[in-house]
């Protein structure tokens, strides 16, 4: 395992996570210097535990919100304050060079925004007022709550969405993955949260409709195409679950997809596989829980596709690995409530103490081999054998 302690205990600043690779470690750092707020984006080198500054800024208004996208040789940024406009910006990692410097204008207010690589950039806007006559006329035309846009970083372009499946979705809803070394794209559409469709199951003698989830794949390259044509796009459904049941993503390793499936009628629950090249799909494991089995909670890290269970016996908390893991330990339980463990022997817990004006958060690292304990005052990231402290 490997901690990288990323926090400044000598300027208040605010950290962003942007990407952890097994070299680099890309973040944002905001902060005041000399009376104006700078912002830099910074590189960590994991060999060499040195950082260097890719790029700084001026931020001539602090107020806006920044999203950051990380790929191969670029980050891509986009500032925004939830109107009718956005910036874009897209970095070279290496040189620090700006590729692109554009402002983008809309119709509506930006709600969300999800960049599919360094070049294209997906938009999503909601009805607002200056922009209410052409929304109405909009949605009496394609019955879509939000107009969907992607813009071509290298061509300026812009192109609309025709298709349902992505006018009703959010950028969450959006990852990409490598499918026989090229990029798909993997869209899930829920309906509502959990409580919302158990609720729609419970009332389902009322209902004169189906409310179900659905997963769907496509490669990266289609899509851009279908969309550049005005097409709807081609995509393979991988899941599909209807009322009397649940879909959720549980996430991905080198290999596989997980989603996790509840079944409402039998409670039956399993965590199911889709192989990420030859999309072949099987069960990865079963969250059943049989009668003479003690009470159990279980926890999905998306991350990285393990399942853990969890079960507390006075004051320890008590985990075993059941998907992608072999683990089987147990920790304090007043350390906090299990986020993570790594190589099978550190395992990480989480408290936050909060009161009306604030918040604060520790993680700690409990090694399972030698039964020590480290307290950090922090946010913590996991990714596969590193912990990120800032």
Known sequence: MTVVDMRNFFTDCQVHLIEISESKIYYAEQKEEEGHESLFLLEYDRET??????????????????????????????MEKGDEQAWVLRVDKQTGEEKNMAQIHFIGDLADCKALDAEHILFFTVPNNEHAHLFEEYQSLTGFPQIVYLYDLKTERYYYLKDPRFCYATGSQILLYQ??????????MPFGTEQEKEMFYEN?????????????????QGFLED?????????????????????????????NL??????????????????????????AVMLNLLEEDEPANFLIDTTGGQVYRITQHGDQCNIEGVLNSRVKGAYAADLGDFIACVEDRFLIARYVLSDDSDSFEFNFIFDLLTQEKQSFESRCAVSRDTVVLY
Request: net charge negative; proline share 4%; hydrophobic share 35%.
């Open 204 to 220: 389902r003698a009322s209902l004169d409709y189906e409310v179900s989830d659905h997963v769907w794949t496509c490669p990266l």
């Open 49 to 78: 535990k040195t950082e260097r500054i890719v790029a700084n800024y001026i931020l001539s208004n602090p107020s806006y919100r920044r999203h950051y996208f990380g790929f191969e040789r670029e980050i891509v940024m986009v």
């Open 179 to 188: 499918h026989e070394d090229e990029p798909w794209l993997l869209l899930m």
């Open 227 to 255: 969309v550049g044509q005005g097409r709807e796009v081609c995509m393979t459904l991988l899941f599909q679950s209807g009322t009397d049941g649940l879909l959720r993503y549980a996430g991905m390793d080198e290999q």
């Open 258 to 283: 997980y989603f996790r499936a509840r079944h409402f009628p039998s409670e039956d629950q399993r965590i199911c596989m889709v192989n990420r090249n030859t999309l072949q799909k099987d069960v």
